[in-house]
């Protein structure tokens, strides 16, 4: 069974082979080891002149009438010894015509075959020897390679021997060899390249001592390499260890790795290139490479996600001409003997950038129109469902009266108005009421909340910004004083605006004129600004929050709309208005509201004023069954007394649900538990408690 399953294994990697070499732009020639044509590809063909594969001769010595059977196998035996070969030779094609090529040549063996692959390298470049030695050598390098002249200066050195010396290449290129092998010095080092010139090859262990001046042994295998200008030593170095026989399929991956379109690339831990295939070594290099030095905007972030086997999508390849290309990257954690690694394939994504580039400027065109347009429609939208909401304020309170009889008198002039008041007084109904009889009412209010904004969009999303003044601004965008000219502009929380923008505020304020982000141009614009803030912002002034200028500009006129514990008669006329509106809503027929509702409603405080009383009626109305309002199911104080000390959200949140754990004895869910009681889902309470620390334990009256 296990012959059988290797055979097939054997056979499928044969297959396999043949298909990367058929798709291969090199040609491409198998030979069998005595001479004979087993496979060539297509370029092959080509480059020959046959235009069948039946054309092509049955053996090598047809087509190369320089080499003889014997010579042949005399370059088998030395693949099988070395595993790799080059060399020039003479090529005839289909007319007769010579091609003088320098071919490269590795073996592939397996049970029950055995080829020479042969590929083209060159083509009449006999001249360039020493750029073929140099390809020769790093692909017959088992870890290490080393150029040295014969003054003993390193020429080159590979990435390998950068890695295990623990030195950039820079730092081997301006040392000698004496300073790597402490056991050479120049008498023997004099001797030794004698005996190499001598023989051409040789073998011995010697130490290498690294960065930290640790030695460690090697072995070296030394080749002369004859150039024009003398000889170099080609030193091959080998980590004095254990080793595993050559893996075949670690050849047909090295094969099939130089075969691929798209770069591919081995980096470890630290980001140091270990490995790159043909197409990488061409656009990229490999000389001291590290991950973050060809990926633009690699960060750590996303180095560790690579990792995790995660695809880090489209970033942009450093080229070694300088240039950005845009690849898709792919990456693959693998674990060998020595070190994790990870593989990364670059896809080529330039054709589709330009597409993409293209639609996306035709989209920014379509997309400014729309966002105008939407922003447009998105105020008068606005503008119609608060007229609808609020058709009229509702108060009989003399105090409350005062405040709309001044407001009457400044919405027909374009003074500043700064309205002062609690949380859910209605600061933002009397804004849009005096818009409403202002002579600027033709036109929608436009609302600016900034509180709601992050400090970095605050001076966009006011004053616009210039296509490319920040990271995002791929077109012109208009501000709220822009879109709001010959109209009103309602800052609302303007006591929460950023120090910084409050001068440019200002400015506009006095001079009507600004410039958006990133533009020089100033842009005038006549706006009636109504601002509101439920802080003191004389208090602001006073802790160095707030600009006493710009406080001064915008308490040209103040409105402070009182709250709802100083304008309890109007409870009733508020009640009967919320009650219509949210049983018509529900579907729901309340007639009755009797006085002792009234009465229970008017003891209450309202923290949250005219905004808390109108969601209490509405979860009064929902909780409510038959015609008659009721609060039996809302928790709600008989009597509160404001402290001195002004409580934080949190601690009436925690005064609040303790006090329904007690009415409930502890009970949180279920009928008659904490959560009816307060009116909210049972799960979101046991959330709450958790936060604020809360146990129903402590409310249970028998523990």
């Not at 097939?8 to 491409?28: N, Y």
């Not at 059977?69 to 015509?97: I, N, P, V, Y």
């Not at 802080?535 to 802790?543: H, K, P």
């Not at 002004?646 to 601690?651: A, P, R």
């Amino acid at each position: 069974m296990e012959k059988r399953e290797a055979k097939a294994l054997t056979l499928d990697i044969k297959r396999r082979l043949r298909e990367f070499c058929a798709q291969s732009e090199r040609p491409i020639l198998w030979l069998d080891e005595g001479g004979r044509i087993a496979f060539c590809n297509s370029s092959f063909r080509e480059l020959h002149g046959f235009g069948h594969p039946r054309e092509i001769p049955g053996t090598l010595f047809e087509i190369n009438p320089d080499l003889s059977l014997s010579e042949w196998q005399d370059r088998w035996a030395m693949l099988k010894e070395e595993g790799f070969g080059e060399w020039a030779c003479r090529h005839l094609t289909s007319k007769g015509e010579s091609l003088k090529l320098r071919l490269g040549c590795t073996l592939l063996e397996s049970e029950g075959w055995a080829y020479a692959l042969l590929w083209v390298m060159d083509q009449g470049n006999e001249g360039q020897l020493p750029a073929a030695l140099f390809r020769r050598a790093l692909k017959e390098a088992p870890h290490m390679v080393l150029w040295v002249s014969e003054t003993g200066n390193i020429l080159f050195a590979n990435e390998g021997m950068c890695r295990q010396m623990g030195v950039r290449l820079g730092a081997l290129l301006s040392s000698s060899v004496f300073e790597l092998q402490g056991n050479i010095d120049a008498e023997s080092w004099a001797h030794r390249w004698a005996e190499l010139k001598r023989k051409g090859v040789v073998e011995l262990d010697t130490t290498l001592r690294n960065r930290s001046g640790v030695n460690f042994s090697v072995r070296e295998r030394a080749v002369w390499l004859s150039t024009p200008e003398g000889g170099v030593q080609c030193s091959y170095f080998t980590p004095q260890r254990a080793g595993s026989p050559p893996n075949e399929r670690l050849q047909l991956a090295h094969l099939t790795l130089n075969l691929m379109q798209d770069p591919v690339v081995w980096v470890n831990r630290e980001g140091q290139v270990v490995y790159g295939n043909e197409r990488f070594r061409t656009w990229v290099g490999l000389e001291g490479k590290r991950v973050f030095d060809f990926l633009d905007e690699m960060t750590p972030k996303d180095w560790e996600k690579s990792w995790e086997g995660e695809a880090l999508g489209r970033r942009n390849l450093l080229l070694a001409s300088g240039e950005k290309m845009p690849v898709a990257v792919f990456c693959t954690p693998l674990q060998t003997e020595e070190e994790p690694l990870l593989a990364m394939i670059l896809r080529d994504m330039r054709s589709f950038a330009e597409k993409e580039s293209k639609l996306m400027r035709e989209l920014s065109k379509v997309k400014a129109l729309r966002k105008r347009l939407e922003a447009d429609n998105l105020l008068l939208k606005q503008e119609f469902e608060l007229e609808h909401q609020f058709e009229e304020i509702i108060t009989g309170n003399e105090r409350f009266k005062a405040v709309l009889a001044q407001l009457e008198q400044v919405a027909r002039t374009d003074a500043i108005v700064l309205i002062e008041g609690e949380t859910g007084t209605g600061k933002e109904l009397l804004a849009r009421a005096l818009h409403r009889l202002s002579k600027r009412a033709k036109r929608p209010m436009v609302k600016v909340n900034c509180a709601a904004l992050p400090e970095h969009l605050i001076e966009s999303e006011l004053f616009g910004h210039e296509k490319g003044a920040f990271t995002g601004a791929v077109s012109r965008q208009i501000g709220r004083f822009e879109r709001a000219d010959g109209s009103t502009l309602f800052l609302d929380e303007v006591s929460e605006l950023p120090l910084n923008l409050q001068p440019k505020l200002l400015r506009v304020l006095q001079e009507g004129e600004f410039e958006r982000v990133g533009g020089s141009r100033t842009i005038k614009v006549n706006v009636r600004v109504v601002a509101a803030t439920n802080r003191s912002l004389e208090a602001e002034v006073q802790r160095g929050r707030f600009r006493e200028d710009l406080h001064y500009r915008l308490n040209v006129f103040p409105l402070s709309p009182p709250p709802l514990r100083e304008r309890k008669d109007d409870i009733p006329l508020l009640v009967q208005h919320f009650v219509k509106k949210y049983a018509a809503r529900s579907g729901k027929k309340i007639e009755t509201i009797s006085a002792a509702v009234f009465a229970r409603l008017q003891a209450y405080d309202f923290p949250g004023n005219v905004r808390e009383l109108e969601n209490l009626i509405e979860r009064a109305v929902i909780l409510s069954k038959g015609p008659t309002l009721r609060l039996n199911h809302i928790l709600l104080p008989q009597k509160r007394t404001r402290s001195k000390t002004f409580k934080t959200l949190e601690q009436l949140q925690r005064d609040h649900i303790r006090e329904a754990l007690r009415r409930c004895n502890g009970k949180v869910s279920g009928p008659g538990g904490a959560a009816e009681l307060l009116g909210i889902h049972h799960r979101t309470l046991a959330s709450r408690m958790r936060k604020l620390g809360i146990k129903r334990l402590d409310y249970k009256k028998n523990s």
